[in-house]
């Protein structure tokens, strides 16, 4: 297997723009999370699916975030309108297994730049 | 509530040296995992090793070693004799049943030749 892939690895965009980060985890795994990493808050759970059914989004900043997974190989990460404070590097990650003992592959992630 | 702490933002060693990488978690949870995770420049996380409240045993692979310890609530990684390509950020992480998995704010490790 490929591996969770993310598109696109890097991304500058102005002010206002709309972001949109796509992912596609590993087949057969029925877990997706979205990560987002900055140097202020480290590593922060944005959302995570399961089935493709989104089970919990409270940590979504703001509603100018979305995020949706329309089949098992495949979620998207919207911004819109981005702003500068958005600028972090998105991960996403899918595990086979829920639970405490899911261990997580990340894809390379996207690193977003708003200017 | 959950949190897990590194205290130590950067290392830096000369090849060859010992480094220990210290976590401190806070859990009142009695199930528990916890990981550790390393991101090296490229940016990719990469699972290293997970581990249970219920198993404290040490564990060694390679030049890795891991020791759990629940009266102190750590779990720190020493890297033996280490080598540049082990130079990156390494991030312990614990997860206490559910699904959302927390990560410590990370230690990024220099090893010089």
């Known amino acids: 297997d490929a591996g969770v892939i993310q598109s696109p690895r890097h991304e500058v965009t102005e002010m206002g723009q709309e972001v949109t980060l796509r992912c596609k985890p590993i087949?057969?795994?029925?877990?997706l999370f979205w990560y987002r990493q900055t140097m202020m808050r480290g590593l922060e759970l944005l959302i995570y699916?399961?089935?493709?059914?989104?089970?919990?989004d409270s940590g979504m900043p703001e509603d100018r975030f979305s995020a949706k997974m329309p089949n098992a190989s495949f979620s998207t990460l919207k911004i819109q309108p981005s702003e500068p404070r958005d600028s972090a590097v998105y991960f996403c990650?899918?595990?086979?297994?829920?639970?405490?003992?899911?261990?997580?592959?990340f894809g390379a992630g996207s690193r977003l730049t708003v200017l | 509530a959950q949190k897990v702490t590194q205290a130590q933002t950067e290392i830096s060693v000369v090849e060859k040296e010992d480094v220990t990488l210290d976590c401190v978690y806070e859990?009142?949870?009695?199930?528990?995992?916890l990981f550790w995770y390393k991101q090296p420049p490229s940016g990719e996380l990469v699972f290293l090793i997970r581990r249970n409240s219920f198993d404290e045993q040490n564990e060694i692979s390679g030049r890795y070693s891991w020791n759990f310890q629940k009266s102190t609530s750590s779990f720190n990684f020493t890297i033996t004799a280490s080598q540049v390509v082990d130079s990156a950020v390494y991030f312990c992480?614990?997860?206490?049943?559910?699904?959302?998995?927390?990560f410590g704010a990370g230690t990024r490790l220099f090893v010089k030749a």
């Open positions: 087949s057969g795994h029925d877990y």
């Open positions: 992480a614990l997860n206490t049943g559910g699904f959302k998995t927390i």
């Open positions: 990650a899918s595990s086979p297994t829920g639970g405490g003992a899911n261990v997580l592959t």
């Open positions: 699916f399961n089935n493709n059914v989104p089970i919990d």
């Open positions: 859990t009142r949870d009695t199930t528990y995992y």
